[in-house]
């Protein structure tokens, strides 16, 4: 469904006498496909990492980043009836996703990773692939006629989907669930702002542009500064009961 919209936006980039969000198919089509494959890309890369982390071997490496790369895309589209999913018919996105994660073995063997890890190559990228699945299938969502409310959700659960995925393989507590930072939090602000800046004049890919680049600086600052939602805790350390 996305890259059926690219041609769309050779054509003419802003409908004129269309509302905002009806000039979204066409206006959009070019900054989806590139934030698809960069969420790809910076999803894969978080799994490859993590994978190195855990000993996997290298098959199990490529294999990893693939299913965290594609897992919240392919929830996006499950949620919206769009069946086959995304990389059925365009299996591009497996070999972005497999090549990204085996790029990052040579990197890592060579030490090339290692400089990386002073600006937590992990978290920044997947504070990217979350903001860019979010905005993505925020925009496929309204594509498809889905309210505002539905769109934020879709847009959400698209973003959360590769982190939970990667999370529960190697046995952890999903990030949105467990940490106190700003993640599903952060999702469902850039969900809201990409909503807000596609009524007004503003170019599509723009506000697009906007609402990914908030998502991330969010996350990152609430990762810097300790910000996040309290924590629900039943008992003390320690507590019999």
């Known amino acids: 469904m996305v890259h059926d919209v690219i041609g769309w936006l050779v054509a003419d980039l802003v409908v004129q006498g269309e509302s905002p969000r009806e000039s979204v198919a066409d206006a959009l089509g070019v900054a989806q496909t590139i934030i698809q494959y960069a969420g790809t890309i910076a999803f894969a890369i978080s799994a490859a990492v993590l994978a190195g982390r855990r000993r996997m071997n290298v098959v199990g490496v490529v294999v990893f980043g693939v299913l ?21 018919a365009d299996p591009a996105p497996l070999f972005v996703a497999g090549l990204a994660a085996a790029v990052t073995i040579p990197l890592a063997w060579t030490g090339g990773l290692s400089a990386l890890q002073r600006y937590d190559v992990v978290q920044v990228s997947d504070s990217a692939g979350l903001a860019l699945f979010t905005v993505l299938g925020t925009n496929v969502a309204l594509e498809t006629g889905a309210g505002a409310v539905s769109a934020v959700l879709v847009g959400v659960v698209s973003g959360v989907g590769g982190g939970i995925i990667r999370d529960t393989i190697v ?67 320690g507590d019999s009961s």
């Open 68 to 88: 965290v790369a594609v897992g919240g895309g392919t929830t996006r589209d499950i949620l919206l009836g769009d069946l086959p999913v995304y990389w059925v």
């Open 171 to 237: 046995g952890r507590t999903p990030e949105v669930l467990a940490s106190g930072s700003l993640y599903a939090s952060a999702a469902i602000g850039g969900s809201i702002l990409n909503l807000m800046l596609l009524e007004t004049s503003l170019w599509p890919p723009i506000a697009s542009t906007i609402a990914v680049a908030f998502i991330v600086i969010l996350r990152l600052l609430s990762l810097h500064f300790g910000w996040g939602v309290p924590r629900f805790v039943i008992g003390r350390s």
